[in-house]
């Protein structure tokens, strides 16, 4: 099984974003980290690490570069009278703590209640990943996620689980690895009945 160290072009950025000239000041500042960590950037395994490292912020960080609202555009009303909980469990996500730039890893779970008109099952998830993708805290991506749904669909409810372990917590400091952190958003009739906000977190598997 080859290392990260035996691959040349390790990144799987496509277009303009892999063509794109890394500014020559991004490239000095890894290197500056590197000799602060200890190490010589110019040493044969850390040679090309700078430009390897700025093409991984380009896909780290890439939510920076779209508009997570704008998977919503297209809706779609014919949907058969279906008027009952619409669910995406599990997506699996990986942002960065803003404090540390740690990885955020772990899964996001959304439902919404349908008004008048539903989504493609994808775009939820590719809103989610247009927020994960960008320097983040937990609580805000949350909301962030909760809040474009709420705006773009106008449905009776919202309900938005983010479960994540965060590397700041496991990797430093405390040192506690295996600890998630679960944060959740509300809106609507999940927010307001008792017995839909029940129901839905049933749904996602938290009775």
Known sequence: MADCST????????GADRDAPIPPEVLEAVRTLIRWAGDDPDREGLFET????????QEYFKGYREDPRQHLARTFE??????????????PFQSHCEHHMAPIIGKI????????????????????????RRLQVQERLTAEIADAIHEGL???GVA???????????????????VIMTTSRMMGVFRDDERSREEVLKLMGFA
């Open 7 to 14: 691959l040349d072009d390790d990144e799987p950025l496509e």
């Open 50 to 57: 700078p430009r390897r490292v700025a093409r991984a912020y």
């Open 78 to 91: 014919e949907v058969g009278g279906y008027d009952e909980v619409v669910l995406l469990r599990d997506i």
């Open 109 to 132: 779970h959304i439902a919404y209640l349908p008004r008048h008109k539903v989504v493609g099952i994808s775009k939820l998830a590719r809103v989610a990943l247009g927020y994960a």
């Open 154 to 156: 106008n449905p009776r």
């Open 160 to 178: 938005v689980v983010v479960e994540a372990s965060h590397a700041c917590m496991s990797a430093r400091g405390v040192l506690t690895p295996g």
